[in-house]
T-cell receptor
Framework: GQQVMQIPQYQHVQEGEDFTTYCNSS?????IQWYKQRPGGHPVFLIQ?????EVKKQKRLTFQFGEAKKNSSLHITATQTTDVGTYFC??????????????FGKGTLLTVNP | EPEVTQTPSHQVTQMGQEVILRCVPI?????FYWYRQILGQKVEFLVS????????KSEIFDDQFSVERPDGSNFTLKIRSTKLEDSAMYFC?????????????FGEGSRLTVL
């Protein structure tokens, strides 16, 4: 079945440093979504990317969707302590055409040293 | 702002007991989901529900699991005979038009501990 891989599993940075997490799918994706989960919390939607090669920005966060629609990245510029949490990518498979299942990656846990 | 609500927030049960986790999705949403997250691990898909029937389920969702929408607002997950490995956080989520077109709105989760 569809697998979504994410690296790194953990990332510890000093406040002000940049952070990037990478996501790779075993199958071509219809779309990819990114979620943030604070410690002890629930996943909260950040963004959805649909088009091949799409780039979207939210303040210090930059999201990219690969040309082949199989990979994606999230980059945070100048991290702050409020960025702490686990960042998950999640995708729907293009060829299964599933509107019913979002498959999550394992997530990247970001910790920020003030 | 509308939100998905889940009860109970924490349930402790003995192995072999039945558990029902309850969810109230956002009122105008049509697609409902259950996910689970074992501590420190990824968010795993269990089942999706649309038009009063299961639309997709994972290999985790075996005969011990069932879902129901008993009325116009509640969406429940039942585990018939709990096992130790069912201990996890269970998240309910809803979505207006399906995940191809938009985000999942998650509840705060129900933590299940099986002793």
């Amino acid at each position: 079945g569809q697998q979504v891989m994410q690296i790194p599993q953990y990332q510890h940075v000093q406040e002000g440093e940049d952070f990037t997490t990478y996501c790779n799918s075993s199958t071509t994706l219809s779309n990819i979504q990114w979620y943030k989960q604070r410690p002890g919390g629930h996943p909260v939607f950040l963004i959805q990317l649909v088009k091949s090669g799409e780039v979207k920005k939210q303040k210090r966060l930059t999201f990219q969707f690969g040309e082949a629609k199989k990979n994606s990245s999230l980059h945070i510029t100048a991290t702050q302590t409020t960025d702490v949490g686990t960042y998950f990518c999640a995708g729907t498979s293009l060829f299964r055409g599933s509107n019913y299942k979002l498959t999550f990656g394992k997530g990247t846990l970001l910790t920020v040293n003030p | 702002e509308p939100e998905v609500t889940q009860t109970p927030s924490h349930q402790v049960t003995q192995m072999g007991q039945e558990v029902i986790l309850r969810c109230v999705p956002i009122s105008n949403h049509l697609y409902f989901y259950w996910y689970r997250q074992i501590l420190g691990q990824k968010v795993e898909f269990l089942v999706s529900f649309y038009n009063n029937e299961i639309s997709e389920k994972s290999e985790i969702f075996d005969d011990q699991f069932s879902v129901e929408r008993p009325d116009g607002s509640n969406f429940t997950l039942k585990i018939r005979s709990t096992k130790l490995e069912d201990s996890a956080m269970y998240f309910c989520a809803s979505n207006p038009n399906g995940v191809e077109t938009g985000e999942l709105f998650f509840g705060e989760g129900s933590r299940l501990t099986v002793l």
